[in-house]
């Protein structure tokens, strides 16, 4: 079982950056490769990035945001720059034992663009 809690989402102008976290917990949560979907209303939940022993990115996220993980404190930023209005989502933390098979998903964190 792993447990999975977003923090760091808000309302940002376009063109500001925010940086999300996400902490995990659970007995075997080294195991698990850790990432970050999104929702945007009216739209399915798509792949943002995510990071095992190396980091994947979707294509329209790719030189704006980054991920990175924090082992000793089983935690993974998500640092996202040059955000767009297009960005305006619920941002999700999820937890794969094998991608694409992603087994946890935290409870999301809105953020907001505003142009």
């Known amino acids: 079982q792993v447990q999975l809690v977003e923090s760091g989402g808000g309302l940002v102008q376009a063109g500001g950056s925010l940086r999300l976290s996400c902490a995990a917990s659970g007995p075997t949560v080294a195991r698990y490769v850790l990432g970050w979907f999104r929702q945007a209303p009216g739209k399915e939940r798509e792949f943002v990035a995510h990071m095992g022993t190396n980091a994947y990115y979707a294509e329209s996220v790719k030189g704006r945001f980054t991920i990175s993980r924090d082992n000793a404190k089983n935690t993974i930023h998500l640092q996202m720059n040059s955000l767009k209005p297009e960005d305006t989502a619920v941002y999700y933390c999820?937890?794969?034992?094998?991608?694409?098979?992603?087994?946890?998903w935290g409870p999301g964190t809105q953020v907001t663009v505003s142009s």
């Open positions: 999820a937890a794969a034992r094998l991608v694409p098979n992603w087994n946890y």
